[in-house]
């Protein structure tokens, strides 16, 4: 992957990616994509990403994977609005005709830091699936996510604790969710509501600023005042995390 300023506003990537699927290898051919991310305000930032190449077995062009993912960010001192569009198509190879799949999503967050450790946040969001193509099934899905955040900063370490309510509603020829038992047998029994209640714990930790701290503690000790400067900085850019372009493609959100 490469990525470029172009301006102090606009910067521009492009990579190819060796392969997305967990569970899956239909080929070894590469695929490509490219992104692009525009500050137009101080709060306000566009970015698109794209994506195409071959995801099935039958790597001819027009069995190609696209697919585009669309964001709107606005950040504030305490509040962040976001939305979020992505849409997909291919033609399925191993179908009488080739029919065209297509797939498409979207979702609106908004988060609110109440104060302190305190986090406020809710996210509506649809997912359409009309050949079945990425989630097995034909489907309109849609659900509202609320959470609570409490996050404790502890040295160069962050624990962040999520309590989460998610209400999701999936129609369609194949929608529903599953429920215990058979209709009869060999029928599953599938409702199309469906509520969770989700306790999540993130633990994340930052050793580049531990070692940026410890490679300071030990210039300092080691060199002479005049020499410090000049080497505390050189020591500083060689820690320095370099930015990444990420592929922003969502598949099978629900």
Known sequence: QCEK???DKLTVAGFIVNGYYHLSHPNDQPSYGGQW??????????????????????????????????IVEWKGDNLTFAASYDIGTENIADR???????????????????????????????????????TGSEQFVKAVTSTIEYRIPYKWTNTTLRLEHRWDEST??????????????????????????????LWTFDIRDRALKMASGFVLASLKPSTYCREYASA???????????????????
Do not use: C
Request: proline share 9%.
């Open 37 to 70: 991310a525009y500050k137009a305000t101080p709060q306000l930032t566009l970015t698109q990403t794209v994506y195409g190449g071959p995801d099935q077995t039958n790597t001819a062009l027009q069995f190609w994977r696209f697919y585009a993912n669309h």
């Open 5 to 7: 300023p172009v301006t």
């Open 236 to 254: 500083s850019r060689s820690l320095r995390p370099r930015p990444t372009a990420i592929l922003s493609a969502r598949e099978a959100k629900v």
């Open 96 to 134: 009488p005709g080739h029919p065209r799949a297509f797939v498409m999503g979207g979702n609106v967050v908004a988060r609110w830091h109440v104060t302190g450790p305190w986090a406020l946040a809710v996210r509506p969001e649809f997912y359409w699936d009309r050949n079945g193509r990425w």
């Open 172 to 201: 369609g020829a194949g929608g529903g969710f599953f429920m215990r038992g058979e209709v009869q047998p060999g029928v599953l029994s599938l409702t199309p509501n469906q509520h969770l209640v989700l306790l999540g714990i």
